[in-house]
């Protein structure tokens, strides 16, 4: 509401615009970052490449005129442009994050920290990854759940909760592999529980998505599960996280 810049108000247009902005002219060695804190949902894909028969998507701030911006599409303007010796890292704190990238391939990690890599390739074939880069996401949630907005972690102000615990994780020194990362992620919100309220974002966003696909809203404590994607697979307790 305080944004006077008319280039910087989250339209459509404008995010588009930032995304091919973040590749344009990028060369090996740089290291790119985006991340997107708002509302996400999801739509039917009509493709055949998605494993659960839905696109991811974000909800820019003109969505219901302007339409939203699909996995798909962020795919192409982030994921496939990336050359050989750049690296994307992304942190999408939206609902239904867990492949907004449409990255090739998902780490399915369990409670007690042992995780598979899940192919998410596009039976049809469609090439999702980079042009020789690295490309990795962390999410706010899978594809089938909600992220939340809450006062529950900083005990001050509404924030979103992935993106609170991504910053705790670096700043506790708990980032040094990108497994420790998700668990330290993961931790904190499954320790949170009960005690979390669903403050605007997610409960608005909750409503947007249950409008969208014709499900129900959902209501409760954090039950969010954040997510890591990734255009190759590694072994994500040996790998030392950078940017």
């Known amino acids: 509401e305080e944004q006077t810049d008319p280039y910087k108000i989250p339209t459509k247009h404008n995010i588009r615009m930032a ?6 002219g990028c060369q090996p060695g740089d290291s790119l970052v985006f991340h ?6 999801q739509q039917r894909s009509y493709s055949g ?3 659960d028969g839905m696109d991811e998507t974000l909800c820019p701030l003109d969505f219901e005129t302007q ?3 699909v996995d798909d599409e962020i795919n192409a303007a982030l994921v496939r442009p990336l050359p050989h010796g750049a690296k994307l890292h992304a942190l999408i704190d939206a609902c239904h994050s867990g492949t907004a990238l449409d990255l090739p391939f998902l780490c399915r990690m369990s409670r007690t920290g042992q995780y598979v890599w899940e192919d998410h390739r596009p039976r049809s074939g469609v090439w999702k990854g980079t042009s020789g880069g690295e490309a990795i996401s962390f999410s706010g949630c899978d594809d089938n759940q909600t992220s939340a907005d809450t006062s529950a972690l900083s005990k001050i102000t509404s924030t979103g909760a992935m993106t609170f615990c991504f910053i705790q994780a670096i700043e506790q020194s708990q980032a040094t592999t990108y497994g420790s990362i998700l668990n330290s992620m993961r931790s904190t919100i499954r320790n949170t529980g009960s005690g979390a309220s669903m403050a605007g974002g997610g409960a608005v966003t909750s409503l947007i998505s249950m409008l969208l696909t014709g499900g129900s809203a959902s209501t409760g404590g954090l039950r969010q ?3 890591l994607t990734a255009c190759n697979t590694f072994d994500v307790y040996a790998k030392p996280f950078s940017l």
């Open 49 to 51: 490449d998605e494993v």
């Open 19 to 24: 995304m091919y902005w973040l590749l344009q």
């Open 225 to 227: 599960e954040p997510q």
């Open 67 to 69: 339409g939203m911006i």
């Open 36 to 41: 997107y804190s708002g509302h996400g949902a």
